[in-house]
């Protein structure tokens, strides 16, 4: 019940196009749902966040979409660009600390 | 820029030996963690402290200890180090419960 299902495991896409990676909870406790951005040798940075009672939220040409009543959430990124690659999380927190993170998402943007 | 740090890049142990990461955080965060990363599992927490001196076990304790003396320094200790504890490990600290975390850029450490 603590999983955060992430997919897909990898995803090329051609630059402009608008990748979409999809997570999946099942602990309806959890109340905070960050996505991180982690370029190689660095660790995950803080990318955008969502909380349940709003059903999208964008930054920049970021854009989160929760569906409460599925348990699910995604992101997107509009107008992809070649330093948009990098591996994605996703995570869902329960009100407390212990974040729990998705397996990640490995993107390349194609030039 | 605040930043949160780790002491080694890359460790190369030996099994059995103590192994000891630091970490040290600037922003005066309350919350500190440690994660290790593995391909295919994500980040899977080990450890967290929400105060100085107080500590609580995460998913997989096993095998690792901390300490957090003071409020900016976190250290993960390997009591025994054995080969399927080579990973990569993360530091990370927050503010509060809802916000989200600053990672350090991680230590490799490979077991032999």
């Known amino acids: 019940q603590q999983q955060v299902k992430q997919s897909p495991q990898s995803l090329i896409v051609q630059k402009g196009g608008i990748p979409i990676i999809n997570c999946a909870y099942e602990?309806?406790?959890?109340?905070?749902f960050p996505w991180y951005q982690q370029f190689p040798g660095k660790g995950p940075a803080l990318l955008i966040a969502?909380?349940?009672?709003?059903s999208e939220k964008k930054e920049g040409r970021f854009t989160i979409s929760f569906n409460k009543s599925a348990k699910q959430f995604s992101l997107h990124i509009m107008d992809s660009q070649p330093g948009d690659s990098a591996t994605y999380f996703c995570a869902a927190s329960p009100g407390g600390f212990k974040t729990i993170f998705g397996a990640g998402t490995r993107l390349f943007v194609k030039a | 820029d605040v930043k949160v740090t780790q002491s080694s890049r890359y460790l190369v142990k030996r099994t059995g030996e103590k192994v000891f990461l630091e970490c040290v955080q600037d922003?005066?965060?309350?919350?500190m963690f440690w994660y290790r990363q593995d391909p295919g599992l994500g980040l899977r927490l080990i450890y967290f402290?929400?105060?100085?001196?107080?500590?609580e076990k995460g998913d997989i304790p096993e095998g690792y200890s901390v300490s957090r003396e003071k409020k900016e320094r976190f250290s993960l200790i390997l009591e025994s180090a054995s080969t399927n504890q080579t990973s990569m490990y993360l530091c990370?600290?927050?503010?509060?419960?809802?916000?989200?975390?600053?990672f350090g850029s991680g230590t490799r450490l490979t077991v032999v």
């Open positions: 969502i909380r349940p009672d709003v």
């Open positions: 922003m005066d965060h309350e919350n």
């Open positions: 602990n309806t406790a959890f109340d905070y």
């Open positions: 990370a600290s927050s503010t509060g419960q809802l916000y989200g975390y600053t």
């Open positions: 402290s929400y105060d100085v001196k107080m500590k």
